[in-house]
């Protein structure tokens, strides 16, 4: 009995250091991600957000508007979101959201956001995920392409920032 416990155990250890070895041998050689890869996971991520935005935009709202958009009131607004930091007849601003609302008689007109996910797209990545836009204005610090949603209208705006706005 006592051979069969050594046995055992010496079993068990050879085992467990073979599956060690094993384990260390196909961590080193697993591929790291490359740039390449990188950069295209994120080109992907950029696509899916510009058609997301796309879509939410033919609902006349933005990624970070909630269930906000056009039409919506300025009572229901601070309602659920409470004081705005920055307000005054026409606009509210909610600064730690990043989105502005354009108001006409208490009612949303236009949907802007600043939301940090459109911080590093670029007119290119537009321009392959939504296609030619309906116009283009040229600006001396950017440029603003219009695209059809629905019956809305998405504006992409490529400045200092990268500001996106449905109206």
Known sequence: MNKSIKTI??????????????????YAYASPITSTQHQNTQQQNHQKLIKQTKQLAAEGKVINSESFGLG??????????GKPEDSDANTLFYE???????L??????SVDSLDKR????????????????NKVKHYEDGTEVYYKAGKHTLRFVFGTNVDVIVD
């Open 72 to 81: 919506s009131t300025r009572n229901a607004i601070v309602k659920k979101w």
């Open 96 to 102: 730690k959201r990043k989105i502005l609302f354009e």
């Open 9 to 26: 155990i010496a079993t068990t250890f050879t085992v467990g250091t073979l599956l060690a070895g094993i384990s260390q041998i196909s």
């Open 104 to 109: 006409k008689a208490n009612k949303v007109t």
């Open 118 to 133: 459109f911080q590093s797209i670029n007119e290119k990545e537009v321009r392959q995920a939504l296609g030619k836009p």
